[in-house]
């Protein structure tokens, strides 16, 4: 009873404090800010753009923090590790540190030694693979007439391609999909009770199903990352079992969600500027730059975070040592100082300063192969489809950090055979 009359008085009194918060927010700057907000998550941009033109070094109520959302400031402050730190990152409900929660020398010493699966030669060597995939995948779908993009391609795909590269039997591919999109919810900050029990199922299920894995490529070493993780060493220092086994796992996390929001994102912002769909299908000669565009409108990531490590200033604003500072990725992707005509979708812009990728020493490793798998998948698409129309209006995920559509339902028109 007593329980029940807390979580009763929990339910009620919340909405009240963050309408408080929020309320104190508007009073001091003119403007609010809340990323959890149904409105907010389903179309950020306004927002970003009230707080870029009211208060760009915005103080938040909601969280201890300050949100930024101005191109230069958020691009100084990722590059910028001596004075706004990436690590520290305390998760709380897992035992979990990556290379994205470090910092040098650390962050320097491990990043060495991962980068090398990802050579420019070797994520090119992949692209063939990557098309037999997504023609496979869209076989799976041939006859019909709708059908949702995400679970048919934009899901799928990436977790195939990085199952594959780590080296994980295809009879595995099931239950280690289902566990690496449990495992990509550790990014978000706020989760919920079931959330956080899903989580941390899917990092036990992989620290183990991984270990195994690493054991057996120790023995007998095949083409894949993993034993080239095993085997690579820079200066004499090898990755340790449980550094390997956490880089795995980043790899796993940060290399399936952001390709998967990529392409549904992507395919998403060209069905609603159909003229921009159909220069794509006139001129494919453009499909790397439209790639860039389509990150740079719709970033798969909307926001990164630092803790300063010293009193610093932005914006005119004194920010004190310990205090969060959450970059808006995607405020900064429609500065109209950093981009003319921001709002606007131009598959032909080239102009690629956009930061869906971060900046500095913490630059996504897998830029490369995520901008090839979503050259490929959309270039399938349009291949094979002479008509591609929204079927229904998509749900945004309900998250903070990551942002993407739940599904995505398409009507499709079969090209006829040349």
């Known amino acids: 009873m007593r329980e029940a009359l807390l979580r ?3 339910t009620v009194l919340r909405p009240l404090v963050i309408q408080s918060l929020l309320a104190w927010e508007r009073l001091e700057s003119g403007v609010s800010y809340n990323p959890t907000s149904r409105d907010v998550q389903r179309d950020p941009y306004p927002t970003y753009e009230r707080l870029r033109r009211r ?8 969280v201890d923090a300050w949100a930024i959302t101005q191109h230069q400031d958020i691009d100084a402050m990722l590059r910028d590790s001596r004075r706004f730190s990436n690590g520290g990152r305390d998760y709380g409900y897992v035992d979990y540190v990556s290379l994205l929660d ?9 990043r060495a030694l991962v980068v090398k699966a990802f050579t420019p030669r070797a994520v090119a060597e992949l692209a063939p693979r990557i098309r037999q995939t997504c023609e496979e995948l869209l076989d799976d779908v041939e006859g019909t007439t709708r059908f949702d993009l995400i679970e048919a391609l934009a899901f799928p795909l990436p977790v195939i391609v990085i199952a594959e590269m780590l080296g994980v039997p295809p009879a595995d591919r099931d239950r280690f999909k289902n566990w690496s999109q449990d495992a990509a919810l550790s990014v978000e900050p706020a989760l ?5 029990r899903r989580v941390q199922r899917a990092f036990g299920n992989l620290r183990e199903y991984l270990s195994g894995l690493i054991e057996r490529y120790q023995r007998e070493p095949q083409n894949n990352m993993i034993s080239a993780l095993v085997a690579v060493e820079e200066a004499g220092d090898r990755l340790t079992r449980e550094e390997l086994v956490m880089t795995l796992m980043l790899l796993l996390v940060a290399g399936h969600e952001t390709t998967r929001n990529l392409i549904g994102n992507g395919m998403l912002a060209l069905l609603r500027h159909p003229d921009q769909l159909q220069r794509l299908r006139d001129h494919p000669e453009l499909m790397e730059s439209a790639v860039h565009e389509l990150l740079r409108y719709d970033a798969p990531v909307q926001l990164d975070s630092r803790v300063v490590r010293e009193d610093t200033e932005i914006g005119g604003k004194r920010i004190r040592k310990g205090q969060r500072v959450i970059g808006l990725i995607g405020a900064a992707n429609r500065d109209p100082e950093a981009f003319a005509e921001p709002n606007l979708l131009d598959i032909g812009r080239e102009d690629r300063s956009h930061l869906s990728f971060g900046r500095g020493i913490h630059y996504c490793l897998g830029s490369s192969l995520a901008v090839l798998e979503g050259r490929i998948a959309l270039a399938a698409l349009l291949r094979r489809f002479s008509s591609i129309q929204l079927a229904a209006e998509p749900q945004h995920l309900s998250v903070v950090v990551l942002r993407g559509v739940r599904e995505l339902w398409i009507d499709v028109e079969r090209a006829s055979a040349a």
Do not use: A, S
């Not at 208060?55 to 909601?62: A, C, G, I, K, Q």
């Not at 910092?103 to 491990?110: A, E, M, N, Q, S």
């Not at 919920?192 to 956080?196: A, L």
């Open 55 to 62: 208060d760009p070094v915005h103080r938040m109520r909601l």
């Open 8 to 10: 009763t008085t929990e």
């Open 102 to 110: 470090m910092d040098p020398p650390d962050h320097t010493r491990l």
């Open 192 to 196: 919920d009770p079931g959330q956080v």
